[in-house]
């Protein structure tokens, strides 16, 4: 499975950005989907995840009520909608999801830059 996320930029303090991840090479349907970020010297967080079989989503204590993920199984493609950012949401972005029927992640994609104004 190959993964791109897009739509990163510079926006301000209480904006908005809708990250976007489309896969090829396989179907999000029965794949855990999760997107993560990253800042230089710090561990990767999962900022967001999707299990496909409960349609459960879990956040990140920092981004709930702000963030929310979603997945169009028709576009194969997952979403990140990100409100009221903030400047400690300044970071890489990116998404990654599990072998079909996993609950593990195996495959990431390259990020998306995410840069927060104060």
């Known amino acids: 499975v190959q993964l791109q996320a897009s739509g990163g930029g510079l926006v301000q303090t209480g904006g908005s950005l809708n990250l976007s991840c489309v896969a090829s090479?396989?179907?999000?349907?029965?794949?855990?989907v999760g997107w993560f970020r990253q800042v230089a010297g710090k561990e990767r967080e999962n900022v967001a995840s999707?299990?496909?079989?409960?349609?459960?989503?879990n956040y990140l204590d920092s981004v709930k009520g702000r963030f929310t993920i979603s997945v169009d199984n028709a576009q194969n493609t997952a979403y990140l909608q990100m409100n009221n950012v903030k400047p400690e949401d300044t970071a890489v972005y990116s998404c990654?999801?599990?072998?079909?029927?996993?609950?593990?992640?195996?495959?990431w994609g390259q990020g998306t830059l995410v840069t927060v104004s104060s």
């Open positions: 990654g999801v599990g072998k079909m029927y996993a609950l593990r992640y195996s495959y």
């Open positions: 090479g396989g179907t999000l349907s029965t794949r855990l």
């Open positions: 999707y299990r496909w079989n409960t349609g459960d989503t």
